[in-house]
């Protein structure tokens, strides 16, 4: 089965991976964790994937030049982004959650539901244009459908375009930098122990490939 690629550098990631992960069990993901700043987060990560041989791959960011970005931008042809800020709908409440690293928490379902109370239907979707969104998307639909406000999630255009395997998918975690909360956090959103493993360049020294003899 194809190995796909997902780099993450924050909460924010840990929760978009997460819904990747849990919206796709047939798919196999090789999951970077890169809090680092130095350097072009997108660029260096898609090399790193280049040399692990992997298929399709995401860089997750809330990047202007990221693989998010242009979905979110593909997906926001004739809907209004639902995010923070410059966004068309302003939800900078539940934004906090998701810096935090709360927004799975059960109190925020009583927050999505004032902000579907809130927001008018004028015809077009409400596109999560926030990363880290997309881990609620189907409590988003179940608030906005009483006012009639259809919701879209850019990973699903993503997610649509890989065909189904009918296997069982297999995820590898590896980070750059050694960080337990977000390792721990990553195993409540999946509901399984998760173990993230140093990366290296070599696949011998990463445990995915044995030295011949």
């Known amino acids: 089965m194809e ?25 196999s993901f090789t999951v970077l964790y890169d809090p680092a700043e130095e350097g072009d987060f997108c660029e260096k990560n898609k090399s790193r994937f280049r040399a692990m041989k992997l298929g399709p791959s995401l860089c997750l ?5 990221g693989d998010f970005s242009a979905l979110v931008e593909k997906t926001s042809a004739k809907g209004r982004t639902l995010g923070y800020r410059h966004h068309d709908l ?6 906090h959650t998701v810096e935090d690293g709360l927004f799975h928490h059960s109190y925020v379902l009583e927050i999505l539901k004032a902000y579907g109370a ?10 999560l244009a926030l990363l880290g969104y997309s881990y609620r998307r189907d409590d988003f639909i ?5 006012k009639g406000i259809a919701v879209a ?3 699903d255009f993503w997610l649509d ?5 009918g296997e069982k998918g297999e995820c590898r975690f590896y980070w750059m930098v050694r960080d337990f909360p977000a390792e721990r956090l990553m195993g409540e959103l999946l509901g399984e122990e998760v173990r993230f493993r140093k990366y290296y360049a070599h696949p011998w020294l990463r445990g995915e490939a044995s030295k011949k003899r």
């Open 90 to 95: 302003n939800t900078e409440i539940i934004a």
């Open 153 to 155: 999630d850019p990973l």
């Open 118 to 127: 809130r927001f008018e239907d004028d015809g077009r979707e409400a596109v």
């Open 3 to 27: 190995r796909l690629g997902i780099a993450i550098k924050d909460k924010a990631g840990i929760y978009a991976a997460a819904a990747l992960i849990r919206r796709r069990p047939d798919l």
């Open 61 to 65: 960011a809330q990047d202007s030049r």
């Open 161 to 165: 375009a890989i065909p189904e395997t």
């Open 142 to 146: 179940r608030a906005f459908r009483s």
